[in-house]
C-alpha cells in the first residue's frame, strides 16, 4: 500500500479525491459520524447531491464510510462494483488509527484484493477520517 500523503491546506477535499463538477458520485455507509465537511466538499465540486445505496444508474464513482463492525467489507466492495463505471474509483473512508472503529490496512488490503480491487492510494481527509483509492484490477 502506499504510505500516506496529508491532503494539502491549498486543496480542497474534493480536489485531493479528485471529482470534478457533473460526475455522479454513490455514497454507502451514512452514518452520524461522517464528516460533513468531507460530504459538502464533494457535494459542492460535482454540483449535486451524492447518490444514496439505492440508486440504480450507473456512477462515476463510490465514497463508502466503514468502520470496524459494520460488517463484511469484501461483499460491500462488491456490492459497490454493481452500478460503478468501468474503471471508476472506490474512495474507502475508515477512521484513522485510535479513533473508534478503525480498520487496519492489512484488512483493507486483503478484501480489496478478495473483492477483485487494488490499493491505489491513501490520504488524510479529514481529522478523523482517511481515504484509500480503489481500483479495478486491469
Known amino acids: 500500500m502506499s504510505p500516506s500523503a496529508d491532503a494539502h491546506s491549498s486543496s480542497s477535499p474534493a480536489e485531493v479525491l479528485a471529482f470534478t463538477e457533473g460526475q455522479i458520485v454513490q455514497e454507502f455507509g451514512y452514518d452520524d459520524d461522517v464528516d460533513l465537511e468531507l460530504r459538502d466538499s464533494i457535494e459542492d465540486t460535482i454540483g449535486e447531491e451524492l447518490e ?14 466503514w468502520r470496524e463492525g459494520d460488517g463484511d467489507l469484501t ?33 483493507v488490503q486483503e478484501a480489496a484484493g478478495i473483492a477483485g480491487l487494488r ?5 488524510s481527509l479529514a ?3 482517511t481515504g484509500t483509492r480503489l481500483a479495478t484490477r486491469n
Open 52 to 65: 444514496d445505496e439505492d440508486c440504480q444508474e450507473i456512477v462515476d464513482a463510490v465514497i463508502m464510510w
Open 127 to 129: 481529522a478523523d477520517w
Open 119 to 123: 490499493v491505489m492510494s491513501t490520504v
Open 75 to 107: 461483499d460491500a466492495l462488491v456490492d459497490s462494483l454493481t452500478t460503478l463505471a468501468a474503471g471508476g474509483p472506490i474512495w474507502l473512508l475508515i477512521p484513522k488509527a485510535g479513533r473508534d472503529g478503525h480498520v487496519t490496512p492489512a484488512e
